[in-house]
């Protein structure tokens, strides 16, 4: 991230460009003045100097020269005369003229200051030299030639020769530069007074004139700061004309780049934050929604299993500190399976749709129900005081499902077995109430469909029951001995005679224990065990049917029992044709038993196996019928021989009034279809009666014969006289 522009704190704010330039104009001139002062001060000096000098030699020689016939002469006035004449001359200090021998003929003193003693060897050979004193005196000596013309005294001129070297005298001259050092002083000093004048008015000019310079600098610095600190709509007005004004205008430019090219990255960051906004919003969804979809069951809404268990562990958690008893109760919906089997999966989706928000309808504020898949839910009740409180709800939800259900054009009765345990009575932990609900919810199954039970601990007992059936089950399919079929006849109810025996399947363990089928098959059918289990049933069954033909005992047909896992199963048409193979019996010797679950569970596919076994040769029997939901259409395509009436309508023949009709309707409509009708369940002669009014065909039941071992058979078929015979011979009739 760029640091925000700081600009420099007053007290440490370095000097600025206007300063510096300032600065350097004001030495600069400072420094030129100064030299040129020098200079001046110098030259002046020099030419004071110079002119003092000149001055000095031109009166000194003037003296020398001048004195010449006064000295010839030793005309010593002449020379006080001539010193005289020098008194106007402001600059003279000191004259005197000296003699050959260097002796003082004549002086005249024109200022206080003491003449300096010149010694004999000062003086000079010729002309005249000069030499500083201090202080302010400058000292001329110069030697007075003799003439070379003197005056005669007659004519005033005559010559006297050539006049030789030897000086006639000499001239000492002192001058005082006082006065030409004050002229030169009093110069310097108006040339100072103007430098500063001048160098002021430079210094104020140079500083306007940087401060103007600078000035377009420093807007240029302001605009800068103004842009670093995020402000980009700034107009920079430069108002020269040079390189500044470029340095504008490309500032200029560059800020209206900047600022175009912050409102496209504005416009993008609001672009990408809406972006990233709605992504999120999305991905919330998404994620709610994955949430509530793993939390849920999808088909009713409901939550499922692991939502469930979680508010359940989180009411646990509160029982915990608050004391209140939870009660978990388990619903199985009562044959379900055979409504989806009958009907299909879409109507029992439907009907599972219908069921689950009844049960939310049912359920008091706070309670909640789930669904655990399949036909089973389960509610979490929290807060209840005691048994009789959950009781009430078991109830509740019963009673919410007294009326039919009208589905498909079919009318359901929704009955339910219900489980319950409470916490803490039944468990602390989730695990534990929800299995020991399951457990009750089987106990109340078995005990008869449509009630609620409570979990005791015996049930576990019946869980392990059950485990050992399915145990005990493996083992017997090893051990011959152990599943033992007995057969049950099948006769004309016109006459008693036998057309075929069902085999029903015995189980006794090595213990000696009988147990039923209605308990074991069951479990059989829960574990996948029916198929191995019903293979053998097959093929014992063949067996005996092969004993007996080869006996030459009169059986047309013997029929055996197939549950739903077998007929589904792989090759199921392949097993039944090599027991028949295997045992030599003829295909049309063979009935197989189908319920209506099995042929209407996936129809299409039903049809087709059954129409396999029916190449084969078999017959085929529609068993319990009346009892699933099979549709007349499908009856009407079913390549069927036999249809067997429930026993729970023969039972209720006699005295109820639409059980009759029902029974009556059966058989009519089965011969409509060219199918024979059987009887199952017949345990008295007043059920007889109505059923050879219906029409029927065939009987079977503990009233003829119950189901009996093979060695019994054998020889009820070897009577003379079998007891069906007897009781539907024509004999009979008369009672009948
Ligand atoms: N898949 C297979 N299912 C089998 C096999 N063996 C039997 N079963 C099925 O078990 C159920 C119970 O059978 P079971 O206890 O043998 O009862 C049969 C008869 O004993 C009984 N019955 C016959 N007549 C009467 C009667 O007059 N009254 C009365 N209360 N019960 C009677 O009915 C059962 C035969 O019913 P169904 O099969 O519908 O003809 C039962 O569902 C058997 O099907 C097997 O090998 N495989």
């Known amino acids: 991230m760029a640091k925000p522009y700081l600009p420099f704190p007053l007290a440490v704010r370095p000097m600025g460009i206007a300063a510096k330039l300032s600065l350097l104009a004001v030495s600069t001139i400072l420094l030129t003045a100064v030299a040129i002062g020098v200079a001046v001060i110098r030259t002046q000096s020099k030419l004071a100097f110079d002119a003092l000098k000149g001055h000095g030699e031109a009166v000194v020689s003037m003296l020398a020269q001048s004195g010449e016939f006064p000295l010839y002469s030793a005309n010593r006035p002449a020379l006080t005369q001539m010193l005289g004449g020098l008194a106007d001359n402001k600059d003279i200090a000191y004259a005197a003229f000296y003699g050959a021998d260097h002796t003082l003929l004549v002086e005249r003193r024109f200022r206080s200051s003491a003449p300096a003693r010149v010694k004999p060897a000062d003086w000079p050979a010729r002309g005249v030299s000069?030499?500083?004193?201090?202080?302010?005196?400058?000292?001329?000596?110069?030697?007075?030639?003799?003439?070379?013309?003197?005056?005669?005294?007659?004519?005033?001129?005559?010559?006297?020769?050539?006049?030789?070297?030897?000086?006639?005298?000499?001239?000492?001259?002192?001058?005082?530069?006082?006065?030409?050092?004050?002229?030169?002083?009093?110069?310097?000093?108006?040339?100072?007074?103007?430098?500063?004048?001048?160098?002021?008015?430079?210094?104020?000019?140079?500083?306007?004139?940087?401060?103007?310079?600078?000035?377009?600098?420093?807007?240029?610095?302001?605009?800068?700061?103004?842009?670093?600190?995020?402000?980009?709509?700034?107009?920079?007005?430069?108002?020269?004309?040079?390189?500044?004004?470029?340095?504008?205008?490309?500032?200029?430019?560059?800020?209206?780049?900047?600022?175009?090219?912050?409102?496209?990255?504005?416009?993008?960051?609001?672009?990408?934050?809406?972006?990233?906004?709605?992504?999120?919003?999305?991905?919330?969804?998404?994620?709610?929604?994955?949430?509530?979809?793993?939390?849920?069951?999808?088909?009713?809404?409901?939550?499922?299993?692991?939502?469930?268990?979680?508010?359940?562990?989180?009411?646990?958690?509160?029982?915990?500190?608050?004391?209140?008893?939870?009660?978990?109760?388990?619903?199985?919906?009562?044959?379900?399976?055979?409504?989806?089997?009958?009907?299909?999966?879409?109507?029992?989706?439907?009907?599972?749709?219908?069921?689950?928000?009844?049960?939310?309808?049912?359920?008091?504020?706070?309670?909640?129900?789930?669904?655990?898949?399949?036909?089973?839910?389960?509610?979490?009740?929290?807060?209840?005081?005691?048994?009789?409180?959950?009781?009430?709800?078991?109830?509740?939800?019963?009673?919410?499902?007294?009326?039919?259900?009208?589905?498909?054009?079919?009318?359901?009765?929704?009955?339910?077995?219900?489980?319950?345990?409470?916490?803490?009575?039944?468990?602390?932990?989730?695990?534990?109430?929800?299995?020991?609900?399951?457990?009750?919810?089987?106990?109340?199954?078995?005990?008869?469909?449509?009630?609620?039970?409570?979990?005791?601990?015996?049930?576990?007992?019946?869980?392990?029951?059950?485990?050992?059936?399915?145990?005990?089950?493996?083992?017997?399919?090893?051990?011959?001995?152990?599943?033992?079929?007995?057969y049950q006849p099948q006769v004309e109810l016109n006459g008693g005679r036998m057309v075929s025996a069902e085999a029903l399947l015995r189980w006794k363990t090595p213990e000696g224990t009988v147990i039923s089928p209605g308990r074991f098959i069951p479990i059989a059918e829960e574990t996948g065990l029916i198929v191995p289990i019903g293979e053998k049933v097959l093929r014992n069954a063949c067996a005996t049917l092969a004993r007996w033909r080869a006996a030459g005992l009169p059986l047309p047909r013997i029929a055996v029992n197939i549950a739903a896992p077998q007929f589904e199963s792989r090759n199921f048409g392949d097993t039944v044709a090599r027991a028949l193979a295997d045992y030599n019996v003829p295909p049309d010797r063979l009935e197989l038993e189908l319920t209506e679950s099995v042929i209407v569970r996936d129809a299409e596919s039903a049809l087709r196996e059954m129409a396999r076994l029916k190449e084969l040769g078999v017959s085929i029997a529609l068993d319990d019928f009346g009892t699933g939901y099979s549709s007349l259409s499908y009856l009407s395509r079913m390549p069927i021989d036999l249809v067997k009436i429930d026993r729970a309508f023969v039972m209720r023949s006699t005295d109820d009034d639409n059980a009759r009709t029902i029974v009556r309707s059966i058989v009519a409509l089965s011969h409509a279809l060219r199918h024979k009708v059987v009887a199952e369940g017949v345990e008295t002669r007043a059920q007889l009666t109505q059923l050879r009014r219906a029409g029927c065909d065939y009987v079977q039941g503990f009233l003829l014969a119950r189901p009996m071992s093979e060695a019994a058979l054998t020889a009820w078929l070897s009577s003379e006289v079998t007891p069906a015979e007897a009781l539907l011979g024509d004999k009979a009739n008369e009672w009948i």
């Open 130 to 486: 000069h030499r500083s004193l201090g202080g302010d005196q400058l000292e001329f000596l110069a030697v007075v030639k003799p003439p070379a013309r003197v005056p005669d005294e007659d004519d005033g001129e005559a010559f006297v020769g050539a006049p030789d070297d030897a000086p006639l005298g000499y001239v000492q001259l002192t001058l005082s530069s006082a006065r030409a050092k004050g002229e030169a002083l009093s110069f310097i000093n108006e040339t100072a007074r103007f430098a500063i004048v001048v160098t002021a008015l430079a210094i104020v000019l140079t500083t306007l004139f940087t401060r103007r310079l600078v000035q377009p600098l420093r807007d240029l610095s302001r605009a800068a700061r103004e842009v670093a600190e995020g402000r980009l709509g700034q107009t920079v007005q430069i108002s020269s004309t040079d390189e500044l004004a470029d340095l504008g205008r490309a500032f200029q430019h560059m800020v209206d780049s900047l600022g175009a090219s912050r409102a496209r990255l504005l416009e993008y960051q609001n672009l990408l934050e809406d972006r990233v906004q709605s992504r999120t919003r999305e991905l919330e969804q998404a994620t709610a929604q994955a949430l509530d979809l793993a939390q849920r069951d999808t088909l009713t809404g409901l939550p499922n299993r692991a939502h469930f268990t979680a508010m359940l562990e989180q009411a646990l958690v509160a029982h915990a500190s608050s004391g209140e008893r939870i009660a978990v109760l388990f619903l199985d919906l009562d044959l379900f399976k055979r409504i989806n089997d009958t009907l299909g999966h879409q109507t029992g989706d439907t009907l599972l749709q219908h069921i689950a928000e009844a049960l939310r309808g049912a359920l008091r504020d706070g309670d909640l129900v789930a669904r655990f898949g399949g036909d089973e839910f389960v509610i979490l009740a929290r807060d209840v005081r005691n048994t009789e409180q959950v009781s009430g709800i078991a109830r509740r939800i019963l009673n919410a499902f007294l009326t039919p259900v009208e589905l498909a054009g079919h009318s359901f009765k929704v009955g339910f077995s219900i489980g319950i345990s409470i916490c803490p009575d039944h468990g602390n932990d989730a695990a534990n109430l929800l299995k020991n609900a399951d457990l009750a919810m089987y106990a109340s199954k078995e005990a008869g469909r449509g009630g609620y039970r409570f979990y005791t601990p015996d049930l576990n007992q019946r869980a392990m029951d059950r485990l050992n059936i399915e145990n005990g089950l493996r083992r017997a399919l090893d051990n011959e001995g152990e599943l033992i079929l007995e």
